[in-house]
């Protein structure tokens, strides 16, 4: 299944992507994705044919709401760390993001105030299908609901030189937009084996592939399981592939009226402009 919520921020609607490519209204089967109804709907077999597809443009929304924390990887990839010229991590490095700053796949990314260096970095999300707390690497992927893209935005000035933990450059209002689906995992058979890119207007920035990720998803799982109860609804923000802007010479930031463009095979594609 290909899950989507769409409509005006704070009033999403669910809905199905179909094999015809149109959106299907699933509100007759559940009133919204959300941690409380995501774990029952992941297992309800759904027959796309009898649901009303949508008829007009609406806006998309990231694909599961009331999102109770967002989980980042540093430094995952092994390209990314050899670009900044350090070592790969014997542990993942665990960061958080806010959940206010999740936002919708084709929302506009405001800038903070006093922003200077706001970055891009494409992302696998997994998304977490049923409570999980103390498992192991081999059932780990049995708590997996989906995937589904995520753009870690981050401030580094705010992250690498206001003191403290990163959280301060990376939980800005829109600083997470997520989607544009949910992709389960039937679709998704094997995570590390997907090509995932980011442009910015025009220009290919990023160009990975999740099978360089040095800590898999299934260990990431069962590793924060052993720190932080995750539940339905959870995002885990896997690591980022090299080409981010802070790492460039010389570096290359986000500003007014810039398009971030990012896909990740078998997921899809998302597009922000820059406010």
Known sequence: MRLIRYGDKGQGKPGILGDNNKVHQISTLVEDITPKTLEGLLTLPIDVEPLEPLKEKVRVSNPVTEVGKIICVGLNYQDHADEQGVKAPSEPILFSKAATALSGPYDDIILPPGSTATDWEVELAVIIGREAKYVSEDEAMDY??????????????????????WIKGKSADTFAPLGP?????????????LKLWTKVNGELMQDGHTSNMIFKVPFLVSYISQFMRLVPGDVIATGTPAGVGFARTPPIFLKPGDIVEMGIEEIGEMRQVVR
């Open 144 to 165: 997996v609901g989906g995937y589904s893209i995520i753009n870690d935005v981050s401030e580094r000035d705010f992250q690498k030189n206001r003191k403290g933990q």
């Open 181 to 193: 689906y949910l992709v389960t995992k039937d679709v998704i058979p094997d995570p590390h084996n």
